[in-house]
Structures are given as C-alpha cells and as structure tokens.
C-alpha cells in the first residue's frame, strides 16, 4: 500500500513537474516573435505556435497546407523553400533559409530542424520563422555604401557591374535585351585644366544628377571615373529606350549644364551602347564593348554616338594586341629600315629614297607601318620608334655616301610628336654630325596634322631646321586639311602629291584638271613636287606632262632593303 502511494505522489510530481514545464515552453514559444510550425512525424500533425498571426493569415493544418507558403513568397524562392521545409529528404537536419515576402515588402528567415530517434528515424520537425527585414536592410545600406560614389551620389562601378550582372541573370530568363551606355564627355580634361577642378568637379555632379533623372528599376546610372558614366537599360523601349535617352542626352548637353555655382558650360559627349545579348553575355564583357565602341565615338569627332558593331572591336582587339607586342618589340631585331626610291622626271636619275620603317614580330610576321604607327603615336612609343628610325637610316645613308661618293636626298618620316619633343631638333643634328651627313641631304616628311595643334611653335622649329638647311616636305597632300592658304606660311620645300590624287590621275577628269592646278600653283610658290604611288606607265607621262618634278612608285621601286638602293646607285655610276 506504501509503494503504491509512493508510486502515486511520484506520478503526480512528475506530471505536475512536466505541466509545469510545457507551460514554460509554452509561454516562452507564446511570448517569443517568432513563428514555429511543429510537425510530429509519428501522428502527421500540424501545429503552429508563437507569433504565428503576426507572419501570416493562414494555418497550416495538414500537409496540403504547405503550398500556402510557396504563394507568398516569389516564384523564384519557391523552389528552395519547398528543399527546406522537407529537409528530412535530404537526410540533412537543419538549415536555414531566407526568402523575399513581396506583399510584405519584408525577407523571413525559415530555420529548419528535425529530431530523430535513436533509429535515426525522423521524430518531429520544427520551423522557426523570423523576419530578418531589418537586419536585410542594414546589411543592404551597407553594401549601398560600399558601392555608392561619393562625388556625385550615384552608384560606382562596383555597384553598377553587380546589377548589370543580375539584370543579365533575369534577361537570359525573359529573354530580352539589356544596353549599356558608355559616357564620356568630350573635353573635359580641357575644362578641369583650364576653368580648375572646383568648375570641372561642379560639372561632373550637374551632368550626374541629370543622369539620375533617368533612374528607375529597370535603368540603372552609374559614375565610373572621372567623366566616364555608364548607364544599363533593362529591356530598353519607350522612354527607356537607347535613342530616347542617348537623345535627352544630346539635348541636355546643348542647353549647356548649370555648375553647382551657377556657371553654365557647354560640353558635349561621346556615347558608346552595347547590348546584351549581342555584344557580350557578362557584366564586364558588354561594359568593355562599350566603352571600345564609346573610343571609336571618340575618334570621329565630338557629340558622336556609336553603336557596337564587331569589327570594331575586332580592330580594337587587334590593336590591343599590337601595342602589347611593340611595347616589347626589341628594335635591332624587329624593326628594320627600307628605302624606297624616287627619280627625277627630268634626268631619270635617282633623286633620293624615302626610309620607310618595317616590322617583323617575334613570329616573323609583318605588321604594316600603316597600322602601329598610327598605335605608337598614341602610346608614345613613336618618340624611341622614332629616334631609331632616324639614326638607323641616317646610317644607312652615310654607309651609301661612303661608297659611292653619291649626293641624293634621304627622306624621314617625322610624327607630331616627335616635333614636339623638346630635344628633337638637337637630337637630329648631332645624328646628322655624328656620320657628317650634309644637312642639305637630309629631308623631312612632315604631314598637316602636326600644324592643328601649335601652328607657330611648329612652325618656329621647321624654320630652325630649314635655317640649317634641312629639307622639309609636305605628305599626304590632298588628304588632309589641306587649304592651299596654309601652304603660304609653311616653311616647306617639296610638297608631295598623295597617292589618291594619282590613283584616278587617269581615269577621273576632275582629279586630272584638280592635280594639274596644284602642280602648276606650287611650282610657282617655288617648291618642288613629288608625286607617289605611281604605279603605271601612264599615270608617270600625265604627271611628266603637266611637270612634275619627282616620281615615287610601285613603277619605279618599291621599298627596298638598304643593300639594293646601293645597287642602283652602282648601276649609276
Ligand atoms: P607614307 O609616308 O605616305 O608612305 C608611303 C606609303 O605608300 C608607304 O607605305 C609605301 O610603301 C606606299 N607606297 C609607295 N608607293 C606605292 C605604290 O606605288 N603603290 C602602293 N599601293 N603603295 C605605295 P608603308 O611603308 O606601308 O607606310 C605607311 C605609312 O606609315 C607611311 O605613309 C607613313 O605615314 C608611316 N611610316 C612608315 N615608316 C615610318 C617611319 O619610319 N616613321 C614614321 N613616323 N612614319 C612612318
Ligand atoms: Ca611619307
Ligand atoms: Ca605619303
């Protein structure tokens, strides 16, 4: 009777002891504010408990419930929410989730947990929910931070390739396209030089909070550097169209951009666009496209638009490639110097040679002056091209001069850049006393680009080379600006007729009536005329006829290694 009432009071404070705990478990789970859903394995029960009314207007009773969930939350989420609420099938015991609750405009977090038995068979389950939305905004701010650009408030370029790369994700799945615009204004280096850097900072925030005018979910404005902008377009049409914006943009540069301190300034801009999918299928890839095709913008003028297209990248590519192998392009092994002749029409003697560079890469192949010259001059690399070209081929000569006791003239090319060089007149001379080269023997190619920049300082400089009387010979007339008034104040002494002129010398009335006026003209200033390209018989008696006094062509020779202008100088003899 004793142990059986001992066996009672046990009973009893045992059940009061586990009453007492589950309503501790109880007013812990009511209390907290967080939601649980509880499932038994064993009975197939449901239950949701704590702050559940506050997540959601629904309950879960039984298994087909679980779908009320994937209707919440966004398509896309579902599929990982379904993974987490069964985590038994994976044979994982806890995990935890975050999903996007779009009505809500809130993130909950799903943390997924199963007990199991001592057979390892699953006992209960439970899924806590919370909603992470506040610590999902901070952490966003943070990041927001980190990817803003403080000078002007828009997004930096970080920020910008993240959400080009999701607006790339999304449009691979709607398939539709994505465009980006490189930005740059023209000039701007010129107004921060000459107007100081508190106007050129002032222009940069008003032009980019215009652009941010144009902000909206689906186009996003970015400030890479300086004055580079870039601006993605998610599906463009209608007012987010490329031609509308690109248009706006036009518009608003015209009006001219009101600085922070009032100023207005009228600037322009170049805008390169590419687009997904064409152009490239990643962030980086179509950013870069654009911004190729925004250069190309660039080097047709102010206020261009370009839109990608692959042979401009190709070429671009091409040229990346070029500059890379010039850069370690070893100059007594790669580069060597040809001369091409040129003869007199009147004496059929030769007159001199133009030294023409030439490149062979590291495999042998032949690169075209026509194509890294232009590549060096923009990279400097021109100014060492240059200094070997001119001692090289000036060495060349003295050895001809050495040998055949001949007096014909040596041409240079000569680059802008070159010109403006500081050294560059003191450099020649000492090269010209260095193998006793007679400065009369010596002439330059210079082409009209060199004058657009620093017309007098260049001109300055022809004149103390002329005064030590080197020749200086006008290239590629006819191709550029070529305003017959400039050649009055150009200190030149041969003007060379461009190849084009010649080409339809024959077949075209009009360049036959055009070249003729030309020669005759510049004949009467007193320079000399050389006509080049020439590469048929009759091309040479019209330009005879009409007195020209120098031929240069393919008829004639072309250009030749320095051993066989030493020839038909022996055959001269
Ligand atoms: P350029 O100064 O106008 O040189 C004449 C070009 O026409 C040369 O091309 C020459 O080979 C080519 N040519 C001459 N006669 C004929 C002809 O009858 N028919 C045809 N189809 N072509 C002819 P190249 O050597 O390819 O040079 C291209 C350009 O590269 C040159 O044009 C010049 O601007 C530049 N360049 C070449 N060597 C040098 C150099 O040493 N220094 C600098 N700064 N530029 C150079
Ligand atoms: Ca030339
Ligand atoms: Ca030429």
């Not at 930005?183 to 652009?211: T, Y």
């Not at 040479?540 to 072309?558: A, H, T």
């Amino acid at each position: 009777m004793d142990e059986m009432r001992y066996q009672l009071d046990l009973l009893t404070a045992i059940n009061q002891r586990l009453g007492d705990q589950e309503k501790q478990y109880r007013l812990v789970c009511e209390s907290s504010v967080n939601a649980y859903l509880y499932f038994s394995f064993e009975t197939n029960e449901f239950k949701c408990m704590g702050n559940w009314n506050s997540f959601f207007d629904f309950e879960i009773r039984q298994i087909k419930d679980i779908s009320l969930f994937y209707d919440i939350v966004e398509e896309k989420d579902t599929h990982v929410l379904r993974n987490n609420l069964f985590l038994e099938k994976r044979g994982i015991k806890q995990e935890t989730i975050e999903c996007h609750i779009p009505e809500k405009n809130a993130w909950y977090q799903f943390c997924t947990k199963i007990i199991y038995d001592d057979n390892k068979e699953p006992l209960d389950k439970i899924i806590s929910i919370s909603d992470v939305s506040k610590y999902k905004k901070q952490t966003e701010e943070l990041m927001k931070m980190a990817y803003f650009d403080m000078s002007t408030g828009l997004y930096n370029r970080n920020y910008f390739v993240m959400i080009l790369g999701e607006f790339l994700r999304k449009a691979e799945e709607e398939n539709v396209t994505v465009s980006v615009l490189f930005i740059d204004i023209d000039d701007f280096k010129r107004i921060n030089d000459g107007m100081g850097i508190v106007v050129g900072e002032g222009l940069l925030q008003s032009f980019a909070f215009f652009l941010k005018e144009f902000e909206e979910e689906k186009v996003i404005v970015s400030h890479f550097t300086s004055d580079l902008f870039c601006i993605a377009i998610y599906d463009p049409c209608g007012a987010r169209s490329v031609e509308h914006i690109c248009q706006a943009i036009k518009e608003k540069v015209l009006q001219g951009i009101i600085s922070p301190d009032g100023q207005k300034l009228l600037v322009t801009a170049c805008i390169g666009v590419a687009e997904y999918p064409e152009a490239s299928n990643n962030a980086l890839g179509l950013i870069n496209c654009a911004e190729i095709v925004m250069f190309k913008a660039k080097a047709s003028g102010k206020n261009v638009i370009k839109y990608f297209d692959t042979p401009i990248v190709n070429e671009f590519m091409k040229n990346v490639e070029i500059e890379n192998k010039l850069k370690n392009a070893v100059f007594e092994k790669e580069f060597i110097m040809y001369f091409q002749p040129q003869f007199s029409v009147e004496t059929g003697k030769l007159r001199g040679a133009e030294a023409l560079i030439r490149w062979y890469d590291e495999e042998e192949k032949f690169i075209s002056p026509g194509v890294f010259i232009p590549i060096a001059e923009r990279n400097g690399m021109i100014v060492p091209i240059g200094q070997w070209v001119i001692e090289e081929s000036i060495r060349n000569f003295a050895e001809w001069k050495k040998q055949f006791d001949c007096h014909i003239i040596l041409s240079i090319n000569i680059s802008a850049i070159q010109y403006k060089q500081p050294e560059f007149v003191n450099d020649l001379i000492k090269t010209m006393q260095k193998y006793d080269i007679p400065a009369e023997e010596l002439e330059l190619e210079v082409t009209e680009s060199i004058l657009i920049e620093d017309f007098e300082e260049v001109v300055r400089k022809l004149n103390i080379l002329r005064d030590h009387g080197i020749k200086i010979s006008l290239d590629d007339f006819g191709t550029g600006y070529s305003s017959l008034s400039y050649l009055k104040e150009m200190p030149i002494d041969t003007l060379k007729v461009d190849k084009s002129f010649v080409d339809t010398i024959i077949t075209d009335s009009s360049t036959k009536i055009i070249t003729g006026a030309i020669i005759q003209m510049v004949k009467k200033l007193g320079y000399e005329t050389i006509a080049e390209g020439v590469e048929e018989q009759g091309q040479y008696e019209y330009l005879k006829s009409i007195g020209c006094d120098i031929i240069q062509g393919y008829f004639f020779g072309k250009p030749m290694p320095s051993e066989k202008i030493a020839q038909l100088l022996r055959e001269q003899l």
